[in-house]
T-cell receptor
Framework: AQKVTQAQTEISVVEKEDVTLDCVYETRDTTYYLFWYKQPPSGELVFLIRRNSFDEQNEISGRYSWNFQKSTSSFNFTITASQVVDSAVYFCALSEGWDYNKLIFGAGTRLAVHP | EAGVTQFPSHSVIEKGQTVTLRCDPISGHDNLYWYRRVMGKEIKFLLHFVKESKQDESGMPNNRFLAERTGGTYSTLKVQPAELEDSGVYFC??????????????FGAGTRLSVL
């Protein structure tokens, strides 16, 4: 069965702290994609990253970095030197197969960054 | 380029009434998806259109929900009659239909539906 677990419901940090959001997934497919989306207070889901199951390279984009480990079925997201503007709900999602299939979401992690 | 737009942003109706939600995808996107998030739970898939055809409607909860995408442009999701458990946020997403586009789904801000 496919499933995405984000065990951290809420995280609260002070500005400039580093924070890691955890994501663990379950799938029987060997081909799949993993995503992270950000939902700011305005409500829309903003795409952050997509990673396919054959690419375990970690990725860094500015203050954001992602650690994909198939051995532990995890796709964790780290924000370095957090800022107040990072406050949002972050969703991890899974899509199976090569086709344009549905996204299976985790419950989301609400991140609050305080000045 | 305009993003995915959804109307209305918020709808409050009484149990038994009908509500129609609308989604305008990004221009040129063949794939259109509906999802919803019921209070405190995960965002769940409802259905997927490729142009005007329903590709996957496995997530539609029951026959009170009807989705259409006439002409392969905008889509509507009608709930008739609405029940209390239909309350939540309904999201629409769209993606290009090419391998190069990598199936990145772009989401709208959602419609918050409150059934009283």
């Amino acid at each position: 069965a496919q499933k995405v677990t984000q065990a951290q419901t809420e995280i609260s940090v002070v500005e400039k702290e580093d924070v890691t959001l955890d994501c663990v997934y379950e799938t029987r497919d060997t081909t799949y994609y993993l995503f992270w989306y950000k939902q700011p207070p305005s409500g829309e889901l903003v795409f952050l990253i997509r990673r396919n199951s054959f690419d375990e390279q970690n990725e860094i984009s500015g203050r954001y970095s992602w650690n994909f480990q198939k051995s532990t079925s995890s796709f964790n997201f780290t924000i370095t030197a957090s800022q107040v503007v990072d406050s949002a709900v972050y969703f991890c999602a899974l899509s199976e197969g090569w086709d344009y299939n549905k996204l299976i979401f985790g419950a989301g992690t609400r991140l609050a960054v305080h000045p | 380029e305009a993003g995915v737009t959804q109307f209305p942003s918020h709808s409050v109706i009484e149990k038994g009434q009908t509500v129609t939600l609308r989604c305008d995808p990004i221009s040129g996107h063949d794939n259109l998806y509906w999802y919803r998030r019921v209070m405190g739970k995960e965002i769940k898939f409802l259905l997927h259109f490729v142009k005007e055809s329903k590709q996957d409607e496995s997530g539609m909860p029951n026959n009170r929900f009807l989705a259409e995408r006439t002409g392969g442009t905008y889509s509507t999701l009608k709930v008739q009659p609405a029940e209390l458990e239909d309350s939540g946020v309904y999201f629409c997403a769209s993606s290009l239909g090419t391998a190069l586009a990598k199936n990145i789904q772009y989401f709208g801000a959602g419609t918050r539906l409150s059934v009283l």
